[in-house]
């Protein structure tokens, strides 16, 4: 089954600046990458996926980029507000063709003002 | 569109008793439910895949006989957690994915979640 990998586990960083969070995979049939949001006590979110035909996808101050080579995936989030601090989570299909997802570990990133 | 509501939001209960947990899909047909759990500061685990009208599958670790999942219709799934003990605390979360396009065809929507806590 699919190994995801997220990198790092905590990021502060200063509103305005720009936050980076990585994920790796294991299974190089993967084709769909999901990055949910999840703020303290509440539901997961989606805020930007992927799938294999493309490598990068923009969403205002949300980009999302995939190397299918090395196998990994970035979400880029631009001028950093206080309400971007959550956690973030990463995710790919447990197996080809399968709609159940193995996620990260999580991100808790912190925009400080 | 596409909103999952769950219920209760949070059940404090003694060991010994069951709780169920409802998830609904309030604007589309779920063909396929997931249940995970998330404790404290961790990832979301998968505990088991429901497919409307057939038998929950449930993953490694995951008693079935403890974590009842009953996926009766296409709107509605259910989780029981039967004589639960303190270890069970948990946020308990569904989501749910159904035939909503390509652009939406791998996507799960989340409920809300709930939190139980076992005294």
């Known amino acids: 089954g699919e190994n995801v990998e997220q990198h790092p586990s905590t990021l502060s960083v200063q509103e305005g600046d720009s936050a980076v969070i990585k994920c790796t995979y294991s299974?190089?049939?993967?084709?769909?990458f999901p990055w949910y949001k999840q703020e303290l006590g509440k539901r997961p979110q989606l805020i930007i996926d992927i799938r294999s035909n493309v490598g990068e996808k923009k969403d205002q101050r949300i980009a999302v980029t995939l190397n299918k080579t090395a196998k990994h995936f970035s979400l880029h989030i631009t001028e950093t507000q206080p309400e971007d601090s959550a956690v973030y989570f990463c995710?790919?299909?447990?197996?080809?063709?399968?709609?159940?997802?193995?996620f990260g570990k999580g991100t808790k990133l912190s925009v400080i003002p | 569109g596409a909103v999952v509501s769950q219920h209760p939001s949070w059940v404090i209960c003694k060991s010994g008793t069951s709780v169920k947990i409802e998830c609904r899909s309030l604007d589309f047909q779920a063909t396929t439910m997931f249940w995970y759990r998330q404790f404290p500061k961790q990832s979301l685990m998968l505990m088991a895949t429901s497919n409307e009208g057939s038998k929950a599958t449930y993953e490694q670790g995951v008693e079935k006989d403890k974590f009842l999942i009953n996926h009766a219709s296409l709107t509605l799934s259910t989780l029981t957690v039967t004589s639960a003990h303190p270890e069970d605390s948990s946020f308990y979360i569904c989501s749910a994915r159904g035939d909503l396009g390509l652009a939406a065809h791998n996507e799960q929507f989340f409920g809300p979640g709930t939190r139980l806590t076992v005294l």
């Open positions: 995710a790919a299909p447990r197996r080809a063709g399968s709609y159940q997802l193995t």
């Open positions: 299974d190089s049939a993967s084709n769909y």
